[in-house]
């Protein structure tokens, strides 16, 4: 890429967004405008909209308006940038173009998916063609996945360090977390269900733990999946279903294909939320438990889905400033060696996990990646990014890994 002649380093696709405002916040607070540590530009497809988040936001940088649905106006995009970073979801819907344009102009992309069947279709369509051109794509780049990846891939170096062998097993509990919903986020999530619904095999694919791995990598040991209240004793904590858990589990298990399996054939991982030790935790887990069931069994219903969207935010809502200073999150990594040596683990942000800090994670992954060395393809943030992620995430975006 170093001798393509680009006018920025980073365009932030769906500026517009609510995240791509926070994106855009975070842009200046952390690099400024004036383009001599990073040139950047915001692009979005209605130019009033733009202009006002140059007034609410300070990003007084270029602006390109540019469609998601137009191939010729997402190329242009593609053709004036080293990198692109996108906000605009649902991806099914409005991601797919975009990829296909990055792909052909040989440059980089991150984003905040975490629509694994969308995923698995750009991995099946374009890999082949991203390594060719040399572009990289890095999906999941938000609280979907980066604390699961990156949590997981600290465990297992930390675990190599201190007990001399990977962990051959690792639970991811959510012990504590506050933070709001975008409307950007249901409509990802109301538009997975429709899909699923026009289209009954994608069941099969997001119920396979592997889905998203590489082509002839996609079956493995059965994994852990927490739909029921189930006591771990690692964590010391009664579980329930944790909602990103859909997500995050199949972006790990790509990491660890691409890696060449470190971890051994048979790793496992599963995710969960904590709700403590006692009789009343057992309760509190047996109630969301019950409640997630039912939401998903109502969301699958598509009179029940266009119901529910009624009392759900708005794609560019979300949750206000003050609430994203309240959030934060807490997860815990218990891992077991071959041996059966233990490791406990903890990553934590300091803002509202979808959000606030997720903004600050997608910057710090954009910068990351123009940096990496990583050749063409789709990667992970713990396969393109690593460790220098993880430092910058520390140094600049409230985020803490620690062994415990």
């Excluded at 994106?23 to 383009?35: A, E, P, T």
């Excluded at 990598?217 to 739909?227: I, M, S, Y």
């Excluded at 909602?243 to 969960?272: C, Q």
């Excluded at 940096?371 to 995430?393: H, K, N, Q």
Aim: glycine share 12%; charged share 20%.
């Amino acid at each position: 890429m170093a001798g393509k002649r680009t006018k920025h380093d980073i365009v932030i696709f769906g500026a517009t967004s609510f995240v791509g405002q926070l994106l855009c916040k975070y842009m200046v607070d952390r690099h400024g405008v004036d383009g001599k540590i990073v040139s950047w530009a915001i692009a979005g497809r209605n130019a009033q909209k733009l202009e006002a988040i140059v007034e609410s936001t300070g990003a007084d940088v270029p602006r390109i308006v540019a469609d998601a649905r137009d191939p010729d106006a997402v190329a242009g995009l593609c053709a004036s940038t080293k990198l692109v970073v996108s906000t605009v979801g649902p991806y099914a819907l409005y991601g797919s173009k975009l990829i296909a344009a990055v792909v052909e102009a040989g440059i980089d992309y991150c984003d905040l998916t975490g629509e694994p069947q969308w995923m698995r279709r750009m991995i099946d369509r374009y890999q082949v063609r991203s390594i060719e051109t040399g572009a990289r794509i890095v999906h999941a780049c938000g609280f979907d996945s980066i604390p699961s990846d990156l949590g997981v891939w600290h465990t297992q170096q930390e675990a190599i360090e201190q007990l001399g062998e990977p962990c051959v097993s690792i639970s991811m509990g959510v012990k504590a977390m506050r933070g709001g919903a975008s409307g950007g986020t249901v409509a990802s999530m109301m538009n997975m269900m429709e899909e699923v619904s026009a289209d009954p095999s994608l069941r099969h694919v997001l119920s396979n733990p592997y889905a998203i791995a590489p082509k002839g990598d996609r079956t493995g040991p059965d994994q852990p999946n927490v739909t029921l209240p189930q006591y771990d004793e690692g964590l010391d904590s009664w579980l329930a279903p944790f909602v990103m858990a859909g997500t995050n589990t199949r972006v790990v298990f790509r990491t660890h294909a691409l890696l060449d399996h470190p971890w051994g054939d048979d790793f496992t991982y599963g995710e969960a939320m904590m709700m403590g030790e006692g009789f009343g935790a057992r309760a509190k887990a047996m109630s969301l438990s019950g409640a997630m069931g039912l939401v998903a069994g109502a969301a699958a219903l598509s009179p029940m889905r266009k119901m529910i969207g009624h009392f759900l935010p708005e794609p560019g809502e979300g949750p206000s400033l003050a609430a994203q200073e309240q959030g934060f999150f807490d997860i815990r990594f218990h891992g077991t060696t071959a041996s059966g040596d233990e490791i406990m683990t903890k990553v934590t942000g300091d803002l509202d996990p979808g959000y606030g800090s997720t903004s600050k994670m997608l910057g710090e992954s954009a910068f990351t990646l123009l940096e990496s060395e990583v050749t063409g393809g789709f990667w992970t943030p713990a396969t393109a990014l690593g460790d220098d992620l993880i430092s910058r995430l520390i140094e600049h975006a409230g985020l803490t890994f620690e062994v415990l």
